[in-house]
């Protein structure tokens, strides 16, 4: 007796309409749960050019009878649920029947599966949605789906595919989040004879977070952990000084289930922003369980999107899990949400705001967001400083202070550098001066070549993207499928930080390739940030006074390319003002 029935109409009516099929992305997704709720150990997937071509998924699962083989194809056949009532406590991943259906109507379908329990399998083809052949087979138990010509029969999907690298970025985004979902089940893919990622079962979500991430990701993030009557969530999070550009960093799992919920990624975003994050996503590896009566899956034929009965409570359990956690690392969090970042300092007069004429062959003026003197207002930033109005020979570099400023003394006022942000400006400048001198950003080549371990999919971006990164200085090339290695890197940054840089590549590059400048100069920014030494390297004197002349030659020495304050300037006044002195008559007290 198979396990397939028939879903009658008012079930199916209920059910989310839409389309399954977007992608090859999607038709992995689709065969992965499938196999998932099968109760596979152990899932292998073979790709031929980012699964255009075809697509292989071998699971080891409870496989299907010859009729169910053939029923499965039927739309709305569904082994998963029966009535409208075991849609509100959906555990499965499939219960629409419609997966197979959908994808077996515009490609080219091979179907092997055999139960446990019987001695020989049955192999299905089907072609454009027509039932081609069924005949018994030889296979181990289990099933194995494979997808040929996706959109054979729908020309303009399949002209509207993206290259090969794009789809198979997808593909590997799919797999890395569902093998986060599930520790105890082997993953490995293959793409043409490569094998791109293998994750052994494991126990613990946490090794299953090292094995995906890599070691490094992984270190810098934070447990958090919450339980109470409605559920538990527990995941881990990056520290507020971290993160990244792109939302793709954030994982999160509800029951068991991959989503991409737009309200759940807000929570997160939100929780972390509280601690004055400064990249506008965090990194979070979330997986939330509640009773399925409290969520709804049912919402996005895609099931990437949930609804809450009672999101208020969903956002205030993220909020009290994040902040336990993130208070653990206060450090760090006093550093960041500091004051001063916009703050005024004690009355800047307007008449101090004297911004340095841009040297050299400008290539564009200040924004405004870097300056207001032209309206006549104070600038943004406390009072800023203009280090070459005249040159300041009596300006006197006195040290590295607190690990994160220069210090500097000039006759009538105390000056604080912040030695990350006049790096990072300052590598940001030079390098926009080179692309829009339609030159390649001059490179140092590396004595020793570093290696940085990447997810495979960030690999295959970086290759794909290889000429682009040439233009910007970096030099590398693939190691294997989950390192590349370094031998050159841009003019102006120090080695160390070259894995920090390298990582921070891929979330720009994948999506769109920049064609206009306004892309590079995103694109530079994040370098830049990432590239420049941090807050806590302890700085040489010759490094201190190095970077005191990086600010001294910067055409933009207020703000750094984020806006944030790059240099704060105390004039002696303030400090007598401060003494209780009246700073008409500090010459003579
Ligand atoms: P759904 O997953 O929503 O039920 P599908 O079209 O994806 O719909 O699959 C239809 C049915 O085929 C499933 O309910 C299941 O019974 C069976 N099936 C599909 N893939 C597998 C597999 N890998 N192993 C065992 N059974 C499968
Ligand atoms: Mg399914």
Excluded at 13 to 21: D, L, P, Q, S
Excluded at 493 to 514: F, G, K, R
Excluded at 523 to 547: F, M, N, Q, V, W
Excluded at 561 to 585: A, C, E, K, Y
Aim: hydrophobic share 40%.
């Amino acid at each position: 007796m198979g396990r397939i029935v028939i879903l009658p109409d008012g079930v199916a009516n209920r059910i989310a309409a839409g389309e399954v099929v977007q992608r090859p992305a999607s038709v992995v997704k689709e065969l992965l749960d499938n196999a998932i709720d099968a109760a596979a150990h152990d899932i292998e997937i073979r790709l031929q050019r980012g699964g255009k071509q075809r697509i292989l998924v071998r699971d080891d699962g409870i496989g299907m009878d010859s009729e169910d083989a053939v029923l499965a194809f039927e739309r709305h056949a569904t082994s998963k649920i029966r009535t409208v009532d075991d849609l509100h406590c959906i555990r499965s991943l499939g219960f629409r029947g419609e997966a197979l259906a959908s994808i077996a109507a515009v490609s080219h379908v091979i179907l092997e599966t055999r139960p446990h329990d019987a001695d020989i399998g049955t192999r299905v083809e089907i072609i454009g949605g027509r039932l081609r052949k069924v005949e018994p087979v030889s296979v181990p138990p289990g099933t194995i789906v494979q997808v040929r010509n996706l959109f054979m029969n729908v020309p303009a999907r399949r002209k509207f595919l993206a290259a090969v690298s794009t789809e198979l970025a997808h593909i590997l985004r799919v797999v890395e989040n569902y093998a986060l979902a599930y520790p105890t089940i082997a993953f490995q893919l293959w793409h043409e004879q490569k094998e791109l990622l293998r994750y052994p079962a494991v126990q613990e979500p946490a090794e299953r977070v090292r094995q995906v991430v890599g070691g490094t990701v992984m270190d810098a993030l934070v447990p958090f952990r919450w339980s109470g009557e409605e559920g538990q969530l527990h995941g881990w999070i990056s520290v507020p000084h971290a993160g990244g550009s792109r939302p793709d960093g954030i994982h999160l799992f509800v029951n068991g289930r991959w989503v991409r919920d737009r309200f759940l990624l807000q929570v997160f975003r939100d929780a972390w922003r509280r601690f004055g994050a400064r990249q506008p996503y965090p990194y979070v590896i979330a997986y939330l369980n509640v009773d399925p009566d409290r969520v709804d899956v049912n919402v996005h034929p895609t099931k990437l999107e949930l609804r809450f009965r009672d999101p208020d409570r969903i956002r205030s359990i993220v909020f009290t899990a994040i902040e336990q956690a993130l208070q653990a690392r206060r450090p760090i969090v006093e550093w960041v949400a500091s004051p001063g970042r916009r703050q005024k300092f004690p009355q800047p007069p307007p008449s101090h705001v004297t911004l340095r004429a841009p040297t050299g062959s400008a290539l564009r003026p200040p924004s405004a967001g870097e300056s207001s003197t032209e309206s006549g207002e104070p600038a943004v930033v406390p009072e800023p400083v203009s280090p070459a109005a005249e040159p300041a020979p009596s300006r006197r570099v006195l040290g590295q202070w607190a690990g994160c400023y220069i210090v500097i003394l000039e006759p009538d006022a105390l000056l604080l550098i912040d030695q990350h942000l006049v790096h990072e400006r300052y590598l940001y400048e030079r390098w926009l001066d080179a692309l829009h001198a339609q030159s390649a950003i001059p490179h140092r080549t590396l004595l020793v070549p570093v290696p940085v371990d990447l997810r495979p999919s960030d690999v295959e971006t970086l290759i794909h993207h290889r000429q682009r990164l040439q233009q910007l200085g970096w030099h590398l090339e693939s190691f294997g499928p989950s390192t590349v290695v370094v031998h050159a890197i841009p003019i102006g940054m120090h080695a160390d930080q070259i894995p920090a840089a390298v990582q921070a590549l891929p979330a720009w590059l994948s999506e769109s390739a920049p064609e206009h400048a306004e892309g590079w100069d995103e694109i530079l920014k994040t370098l830049a940030c990432r590239s420049a030494i941090k807050k806590g390297d302890l700085l040489t004197p010759e490094r201190t006074h190095a970077l005191a002349d990086m600010w001294e030659r910067l055409r933009v020495p207020q703000v750094c390319p984020h806006g944030r304050t790059l240099s704060v300037r105390i004039p002696i006044r303030q400090v007598h003002r401060m003494f209780g002195r009246d700073w008409n008559v500090e010459a003579s007290s």
